[in-house]
């Protein structure tokens, strides 16, 4: 092994797919009602049912401390790093990254240790990550990966729709509010990630099935031609939208492996229940 991937829970990938790659995850911290939950095993369902009938999910950033300590862990090792993390635009776990990472280079000057701000999250975050496997595998090198995924990241297109916008007001994580609240009843706004890693609304559309039809055809558009895509569908507990989005994207084009997950509890809790979300590597204009 060249050198170790290393990502963190918000990239949303399953855990086979981390074993099998040898990657490793740092986890966020999140709690329910005010307390951090204890031997907590994650079922979507009713996570995101708990959700519904009001309770409170808050998360934290992670320290600068917690990610020296997972840095090192590989560095001190003799292995070299590359580190893909949430969405700057979104959380400041990048910047105390960043701020451990500048500490330990300084400790281990023969070391490489590559950060990339991912713009985005869950499967946006993802995606990159599998992309890092596998040039990995391929004999990339750390400097060499980590430059080719800090020039994809503009690449990857992120649409997704929300049920309840209170989800993402409550964290500050919509950077133009005002853009996306309807006036009509059923109005749904169709969000994105766009270039500073942020979440903006670009549309609003009058119920809930022409909001998943204009994700399709979003990907019908911008969508990258002539190679095989890899293209992620992330829901918090809505897996029947799912579905048909997938029965979308299949009308479309079928030259395309299709990841499919629940929205992990962090991410999941800024989003809220009932969103829905489609990843893939397109054109830039879209973004």
């Known amino acids: 092994m060249s050198f170790t991937i290393m990502t963190d829970t918000s990239a949303n990938l399953p855990e086979e797919f981390l074993r099998e790659n040898d990657i490793r995850c740092i986890s966020y911290t999140f709690m329910i009602d005010g307390q951090e939950p204890k031997d907590f095993v ?34 001190s090792a003799g292995r070299d790093v590359l580190f893909v993390s949430m969405s700057s635009g979104i959380s400041g776990s990048y910047n105390s990254a960043s701020i451990a990472a500048a500490d330990l280079r300084e400790e281990f000057p ?37 430059d080719r995924l800090l020039g994809k990241r503009y690449a990857i297109c992120q649409v997704f729709t929300v049920d309840d916008l209170r989800y993402l007001k409550r964290g500050g994580r919509l950077s133009n509010l005002a853009a996306a609240v309807g006036t009509v009843l059923q109005i749904k706004p169709l969000l994105k990630g766009n270039n500073e890693g942020k979440i903006v609304c670009f549309d609003k559309l009058r119920g809930r099935k022409r909001a998943i039809e204009a994700m399709a055809q979003s990907f019908d558009t911008y969508a990258l031609r002539g190679e095989h895509l890899t293209v992620g569908i992330a829901h918090a507990d809505c897996a029947d939208d799912a579905e048909k989005l997938i029965g979308m994207l299949r009308a479309v084009r079928d030259d395309m492996e299709i990841i499919t997950v629940v929205y992990e509890p962090v991410t999941g809790s800024h989003v809220g229940p009932g969103t829905l979300a489609l990843f893939f590597e397109g054109s830039t204009d879209f973004r």
Do not use: C, W
Request: hydrophobic share 45%; net charge positive; no cysteine.
């Open 42 to 75: 994650f079922e979507g369902k009713r996570f995101y049912d708990d959700m519904r009938h009001g309770k409170i999910v808050t998360t934290s950033q992670i320290s600068p401390q917690r990610y020296a300590d997972f840095f090192r862990s590989e560095l």
């Open 110 to 146: 023969e070391r490489k240790l590559r950060l990339v701000d991912a713009l985005g999250a869950s499967l946006g975050e993802g995606i990159l990550v599998i992309y890092a496997a596998r040039m990995r595998a391929a004999g990339v090198g750390v400097d060499a990966a980590a």
